[in-house]
């Protein structure tokens, strides 16, 4: 996907965002995120890209008021919400929603769809009649059928919980979604399935993604732009086709070369390049 014909307005920005995590038992803290900035557009999809560990989900949790900031500033449409809590962040829940990695969790399999969600609408002061018709209008935008509304999660497949999982998120119609290893669940064709939906809902509706994953070919297909985040900072940023088919840093580098290909021969070569790769130092952050 190109940026090229979307006007940059940002939406969020982070600013200098330090994470320190107490350690259980110890007095030191474990400092997850070191400092890092990035901006998402109107209608952009930013991806954030690194290996278990590197900080890019603790930097989606920061945004959502999941993680605590020791520092640093995050602003949503101009309004500082860095330490944003009780009545403040609920507000913020009717534009800023999440998508989690896990379909099967994260859906209460004690209710039925149209529960799940019409739930977010009706508890915002939504009449049931609206919600109803929102929650209707929803399923059709994910190619569920209407009567899914009087089933339960555990009627169906891990790719259709993931859909249902992207309705609840987008039913109060926000602006920024962060989408946290959506699809690494899920097998390979659902994936390509999902990822499809992703970009045909953000092109209807003009909603802004911050998509966290650990491949760098899933995040090829649908983001604008694509941060790499190694051990707490980010070591890379540009648009997405450069950074995830030409990196710059070595780190960059090696998660592509740990993308397997079919064929053995280039298979072998690519796991030479990546080990060679291991063993050599860090060079400075990569900006394009």
Aim: with cysteine; hydrophobic share 40%.
């Amino acid at each position: 996907m190109s940026p090229s014909n979307i006007p940059f307005n940002p939406i969020l920005t982070a600013d200098d965002v330090v994470v320190d995590y107490a350690l259980q038992g110890r007095s030191e803290t474990f400092r997850a995120l070191k400092g890092v900035s990035l901006s998402i557009g109107e209608g952009e999809c930013v991806g954030l890209v690194g290996e278990s560990g590197s900080g890019k989900s603790t930097l989606g949790k920061a945004i959502l008021g999941l993680a605590p900031i020791t520092s640093g500033r995050i602003s949503f449409a101009g309004a500082d919400i860095t330490h944003a809590r009780g009545a403040a962040r609920r507000r913020l829940a009717s534009n800023i929603q999440v998508v989690f990695q896990d379909p099967y969790g994260s859906l209460d399999p004690t209710m039925t769809i149209g529960e799940i969600l019409a739930e977010p609408l009706t508890v915002s002061g939504t009449s049931t009649a609206d919600a109803k018709k929102a929650v209707a209008e929803m399923l059709d935008r994910v190619r569920l059928p209407s009567a899914s509304v009087d089933r339960y999660p555990s009627e169906f497949s891990g790719g259709q919980r993931q859909r249902i999982a992207i309705a609840r998120a987008l039913v109060r119609r926000p602006r920024l979604v962060v989408c946290d290893e959506p699809v690494s669940a899920l097998d390979l064709t659902t994936q390509a399935s999902i990822i499809d939906l992703f970009i045909e809902l953000q092109r209807e509706t003009g909603v802004s993604y911050l998509f966290v994953s650990h491949d760098l070919g899933v995040v090829r297909r649908i983001c604008h732009r694509v941060a790499v985040m190694y051990r707490g900072e980010i070591v890379e940023t540009g648009d997405g086709e450069s950074v995830t088919r030409e990196p710059v840093h070595s780190y960059s580098q090696r998660l592509l070369l740990a993308s397997p290909v079919a064929d053995p021969a280039r298979q072998a070569a690519r796991r030479q390049a990546w080990l060679k790769l291991r063993g050599a130092p860090e060079p400075a952050a990569a900006v394009r």
